[in-house]
């Protein structure tokens, strides 16, 4: 397994518990849907970086080729971003205390870094959630360059997330 950091701004962040990706947009019975039922969701997150920053990270081990090479993208301005993943539960892994089929993986370990430099955990209570714009660093856990999953994110500099307010009472 290798470990990757990733430096980048975060999009659409949906790392919390409750927040994860469970399909509901998708076809019931469709394949996608199907496998996403059978993790529990997944958390996910756009990581928006430069040319650089991409060469560097599939150079370090991020795939860039294959179904999870699918996972880099361009938005409408040319932006490239790796769409970031973690399943909540994996069916593969065994549980090491009670040999069950699937563990529970949770979200991503969430921490950030403080004006000291220093490093603190999130709290969400306090720290709300991640909003678009902030500067984070993502830590992946990459097996056998196929498989890559967002283990950790370091918050450098937090923009806090506002929801959009309805106008005209709707």
Same mark, same amino acid.
């Given at each position: 397994m290798a470990t990757v950091y990733v430096e980048g701004t975060a999009q659409f962040a949906k790392v919390f518990e409750g927040q994860q990706d469970l399909g509901a947009?998708?076809?019931e019975g469709s394949d996608q849907r &199907?496998?996403?039922?059978?993790?529990?969701?997944?958390? =996910?997150m756009n990581l928006f970086m430069t040319k650089d920053a991409k060469k560097q990270a599939i150079a370090? $081990?991020?795939?860039?080729? @294959? %179904?999870?090479?699918?996972?880099w993208k361009e938005d409408t301005e040319g932006e490239i971003y790796y769409k970031c993943t973690r399943k909540h539960f994996n069916p593969k892994f065994v549980d090491? !205390? /009670?040999g069950d089929q699937g563990v529970v993986m949770?979200?991503?370990?969430? &921490? %950030?870094q403080t004006e000291d430099g220093g490093i603190? +955990?999130? !709290?969400?209570? /306090? !720290? $709300? =959630?991640? @909003?678009? @714009?902030?500067? #984070? #660093?993502v830590k992946?856990? =990459?097996?056998q360059d196929k498989i890559c999953e967002m283990e950790a994110i370091k918050?450098? +500099?937090?923009?806090?997330?506002?929801?959009? /307010?309805?106008? $005209?009472?709707?």
């Open positions: 947009n998708l076809p &199907v496998k996403l039922e059978s993790v529990q969701g997944q958390y =996910v370090d $081990g991020v795939p860039n080729k @294959g %179904m999870v090479g699918q996972l090491r !205390d /009670t949770g979200t991503p370990k969430i &921490v %950030m603190r +955990e999130w !709290d969400k209570e /306090t !720290d $709300g =959630v991640i @909003g678009n @714009g902030s500067k #984070v #660093v992946f856990n =990459v097996w918050v450098v +500099e937090h923009i806090k997330y506002e929801p959009e /307010t309805q106008q $005209g009472g709707f």
